[in-house]
Structure formats: structure tokens, C-alpha cells
């Protein structure tokens, strides 16, 4: 993997968000409510800045320029990032261990089957499709998002 092809950097950071997915469900399993909460803290500014950033406003719109969204995978991927923000918002909200546990795993499953389509999907066919001067334009939209977030 390198830093020069954005579908690999989006698959590190997948790697990060599988592991508070794992933290996530030990915590959960446990009825550990107070470091569930602070996995979803984490889960919910990773998710921010990478899939409603880097994917939805930069990777996407270069998609689109040779697979429509409407009824298209970034389309389909939209729809998922809406209902995990969606969830995201109910879990915080939650005060039932047992509705918390149920939202949490809508969560888990859900993203874990997200990131799988996206990495061997949606990424692949991004790899096929972007020329270099579209990788370096997302390249550099990276870096800001990257840059923003310290």
C-alpha cells in the first residue's frame, strides 16, 4: 500500500475504524456502557472524517465522473453512511442498555459490512478508473481534511 493511492489510505483508515468496531462489541457484550459510549466517541469522529469527508466530498465526486450515484455503488454508500450517522445520533441519545446494545450492533454489523463492500468493491473499481491527476487532486484534498482535524 502507498500514500500516493487514496483507495489505500481509505483502506488504513477502515483498518482503524474495524478496531473500535471490535472494541465497540467487547464492550457491548460486557453491558460496559461507559467505554461503549467512548468507542462510539472515537467511532463517530473517525466516521466524520472519513466517510463524510474524505469519501462522500472528495473520492465520490471523482467516482462520478464515470459511474452515476443514482443507483450506483457511491449512491448505495451514501445511503449507508446516512443511516450509520442516523444511528450514531439515536445510540448517544440512548438511555436503555438493551436499546443501546441493539443500535450498537445495527452499527457494527452494518459498518463492517460497509467497509467490505467499499474496500473490495467500490475501491477497486476506483483503482481501475482515477488517473493520476485525480489521485493527486484527492491526494491533496486528503491532506487538508488531515490538516483540519489537529
Do not use: C, Y
Amino acid at each position: 500500500m502507498s500514500d500516493k493511492n487514496p483507495t489505500d489510505i481509505l483502506r488504513k483508515e477502515h483498518d482503524i475504524v474495524l478496531k473500535i468496531l471490535d472494541s465497540l462489541e467487547k464492550n457491548l457484550q460486557a453491558k460496559n456502557i461507559n467505554q461503549a459510549k467512548k468507542s462510539m466517541i472515537l467511532l463517530k469522529k473517525e466516521f466524520n472524517r472519513h466517510s463524510l469527508n474524505k469519501e462522500e466530498q472528495v473520492l465520490f465526486p471523482e467516482i462520478e465522473k464515470f459511474m452515476p450515484r443514482d443507483g450506483g455503488p457511491t449512491g448505495m454508500m451514501i445511503i449507508e453512511h446516512k443511516d450509520l450517522t442516523e444511528s450514531i445520533k439515536i445510540f448517544e441519545n440512548e438511555k436503555d442498555i438493551n436499546n443501546l446494545i441493539e443500535i450498537g450492533n445495527h452499527i457494527i454489523n452494518l459498518l463492517r459490512e460497509h467497509i467490505d463492500k467499499e474496500n473490495n468493491m467500490l475501491f477497486m473499481m476506483a483503482d481501475m478508473h482515477l488517473d493520476n491527476n485525480q489521485k493527486k487532486i484527492i491526494l491533496k484534498k486528503f491532506k487538508e481534511i488531515d490538516l483540519k482535524k489537529k
